[in-house]
């Protein structure tokens, strides 16, 4: 079971790692303000939010495995570094799905880490490694910074800053049977028109 848990406490680092790759192979910088955005948002947790958690003092049931990943000060058995990464990461995503007015075509990403957070939420709540009170405010409070964080980064107006590309005014074609393709044409992210073109 431990390494159930050890899986999933890792998923929430694969995540930013994976971004901050694509940031690199793209040479953008959307990985970047999103890192600086998790940081800011991680300490500002740990020292606004702490106040308001119940203390834990030494969980009577506690896993070893619950203090594998924590930051001194910013996570510890209070604030899941988990839970605070996937919370920040769906709300930010969720925010530039938005902005692009793209949320059904990509809605199968906020899917999947929902699901990685709920499963997280079990597996610490099983291991006894959070109180779930301060779970929910952990949640809450990082996906408020997450959206916010979208909306300070949106202001930027930094050329290709939000993740996700924009359909406006571009073709989305992929390819059908045999020698035909399917396109669809957007104006202003909306779709204006489908065809089928043969080749």
């Given at each position: 079971m431990?390494n159930?848990?050890?899986?999933?406490?890792l998923?929430?680092f694969?995540l930013?790692?994976?971004?901050v790759?694509?940031?690199?192979?793209y040479?953008?910088?959307?990985?970047?303000?999103?890192?600086?955005?998790?940081?800011?948002?991680?300490v500002?947790?740990g020292?606004?939010?702490s106040?308001f958690?119940?203390?834990s003092?030494?969980?009577s049931?506690?896993?070893?495995?619950c203090?594998l990943f924590t930051?001194?000060?910013?996570?510890?058995n209070?604030m899941?570094?988990?839970?605070m990464?996937?919370?920040?990461s769906?709300?930010y995503?969720y925010?530039c799905?938005k902005?692009?007015?793209?949320?059904s075509?990509?809605i199968?990403?906020?899917?999947a880490?929902?699901?990685?957070l709920?499963?997280?939420t079990a597996?610490?709540?099983?291991?006894?490694c959070?109180?779930?009170?301060?779970?929910?405010i952990?949640?809450?409070?990082?996906?408020?910074f997450?959206?916010?964080?979208g909306?300070?980064?949106?202001?930027l107006?930094i050329?290709?800053?939000?993740?996700?590309?924009h359909?406006?005014?571009?073709e989305?074609?992929k390819p059908?049977?045999?020698?035909?393709y399917r396109?669809a044409?957007f104006k202003?992210g909306k779709?204006?028109r489908?065809?089928t073109?043969?080749q």
């Amino acid at each position: 079971m431990n390494n159930f848990v050890l899986y999933f406490r890792l998923a929430s680092f694969i995540l930013p790692s994976y971004l901050v790759f694509s940031s690199v192979y793209y040479n953008d910088v959307k990985a970047y303000l999103y890192l600086l955005g998790l940081m800011v948002a991680s300490v500002l947790a740990g020292l606004l939010v702490s106040g308001f958690l119940f203390k834990s003092g030494e969980l009577s049931n506690q896993n070893a495995i619950c203090n594998l990943f924590t930051i001194n000060g910013i996570s510890s058995n209070n604030m899941s570094l988990s839970t605070m990464i996937l919370s920040f990461s769906i709300a930010y995503l969720y925010y530039c799905m938005k902005k692009i007015n793209a949320t059904s075509e990509y809605i199968h990403v906020l899917v999947a880490l929902a699901i990685v957070l709920l499963v997280d939420t079990a597996l610490n709540i099983y291991t006894g490694c959070i109180i779930f009170g301060n779970h929910l405010i952990t949640v809450g409070s990082l996906a408020l910074f997450g959206y916010i964080w979208g909306y300070c980064v949106d202001q930027l107006k930094i050329k290709n800053s939000l993740f996700f590309d924009h359909p406006s005014n571009r073709e989305k074609c992929k390819p059908g049977s045999g020698k035909r393709y399917r396109c669809a044409h957007f104006k202003k992210g909306k779709q204006v028109r489908f065809n089928t073109s043969v080749q």
